[in-house]
Structure formats: structure tokens, C-alpha cells
């Protein structure tokens, strides 16, 4: 799990962000990503700005690093990467969500991910940490429980 600064409630003009620099053959290390500063996009209509709190770091990425058909979307070269997260709304153009609101869905590996319309789910931040939505709350404890219903 990557950890971004909780605390943080100002909007930062400067966007840190990592992008997909190449594919790798064997092992993942540095060489394979890019560290960017970019300013912060605004949301355009329906989107909201995210400020991303956590981000997952799941086993499935590695597969999506492959240059190859997969069940799932491969990372584009020179793009930033995305997974699951969690984030608070800054701003939005979406009169479903407000600025504050704590949401999950998949976010950039970023400090900052404009979002479309119907992508985010809105999370309690009081039912625990908001960690465990990428956990027990979330996608691993999901597949985990239809696996056991129905497979």
C-alpha cells in the first residue's frame, strides 16, 4: 500500500505523479517508472478532483505490465499508472459528489487524479481506516468472499 499525507487539506498547485517508463522482462524496479511534477488538472464537467490518500499495490499489476492480452487493461507506456484507492474530493463538477467526501475507485498513482462521472464510490470514513477499504472493505475481500459463495 502506498501511503500519501493524510493531513493534507490545501490544493497544491504541483502534481507529483509516476508514470509507466517501460516494460519490464524480469524483475520490477526503479528503471521501469518516471517521476514527474505537473501542475494539478482541474475537473471538467461531471469530474471531481481527487487528493489521493491511499493507493493499493495489488499482485494483478505485475500483469498488467505485460505487453499481452490479459483480463484486465494493460498500463499504457508513458502514462501514469492507476489501482485502487482511496481519496478525499476537492473540488467537483459532479452534484453527486462535494468537496470532502471520501471516496474508493481507481486512482492514479498520483497526489492528485481528476475523475469521471460514475467511477467513485463514496466510502464512511468513520466504519474504520480508510485503509481497509482496499483490504477487508474492498476488492481483495470481495473476490475473496465469491470465491468461497460461488466457485
Do not use: C, Q
Amino acid at each position: 500500500m502506498i501511503f500519501v499525507n493524510i493531513k493534507a487539506k490545501l490544493i497544491m498547485t504541483e502534481n507529483t505523479r509516476i508514470l509507466f517508463k517501460s516494460r519490464p522482462l524480469g524483475w520490477v524496479n526503479a528503471t521501469h517508472f518516471e517521476l514527474v511534477k505537473e501542475p494539478v488538472s482541474e475537473p471538467g464537467p461531471g469530474e471531481v478532483l481527487v487528493r489521493n490518500i491511499f493507493l493499493s499495490l495489488d499482485p494483478y499489476m505485475r500483469g498488467r505490465m505485460r505487453d499481452e492480452k490479459r483480463y484486465t487493461v494493460g498500463f499504457e507506456l508513458g502514462k501514469v499508472l492507476d489501482g485502487g484507492g482511496v481519496g478525499e474530493v476537492m473540488r467537483s463538477n459532479n452534484a453527486s459528489l462535494v468537496p470532502g467526501d471520501l471516496v474508493t475507485g481507481r486512482l492514479g498513482w498520483e497526489n492528485y487524479t481528476v475523475v469521471a462521472r460514475g467511477l467513485l464510490t463514496k466510502v464512511d470514513g468513520k466504519v474504520g481506516s480508510l485503509s481497509h477499504y482496499l483490504g477487508v472493505l474492498g476488492m481483495p475481500s470481495m473476490t475473496a468472499w465469491v470465491g468461497m459463495r460461488n466457485i
